[in-house]
């Protein structure tokens, strides 16, 4: 298996992108704020499935093509005000997330974040 191309639309509001992945070796280049590390965090939360990125990055869609032998898999994710919805191009159906259990995941991992206490 190998990936071979990550698209995505409105990464930050605005950002496009569309990355093809050579087949040794692809270098993100660019400068700061261009995208590169949105690119792999976006495409880390879309494989993985990471429920912390996916609601912390902000991205209107995304789909990662993966080459298994000579058939393309896409796994693509949608996302709106109500969630994420997260679907592969082999498998029928979808898998929502609800925007309410983004915000719950997240908050039950801060939970475990040390906190500062305000000294006056």
């Known amino acids: 298996m190998k990936i071979t191309r990550l698209q995505a639309e409105q990464?930050?509001?605005y950002l496009p992108i569309d990355v093809q992945f050579f087949d040794d070796i692809t270098f993100l280049t660019g400068l700061n704020g261009s995208g590169k590390t949105s690119s792999l965090r976006l495409l880390m939360a879309v494989l993985t499935p990471n429920l912390e990125e996916l609601g912390a990055i902000a991205f209107a869609s995304a789909a990662v093509t993966i080459r298994d032998g000579k058939d393309d898999?896409?796994?693509s994710a949608e996302k709106t005000s109500g969630g994420v919805t997260?679907?592969?191009?082999?498998?029928?159906g979808s898998l929502h997330i609800d925007s309410s259990d983004l915000d719950l995941y997240a908050d039950v991992r801060r939970r475990d974040e040390p906190r500062s206490f305000l000294i006056e």
């Open 11 to 13: 990464v930050h509001g």
């Open 73 to 75: 898999v896409v796994v």
């Open 86 to 92: 997260l679907s592969l191009t082999s498998t029928p």
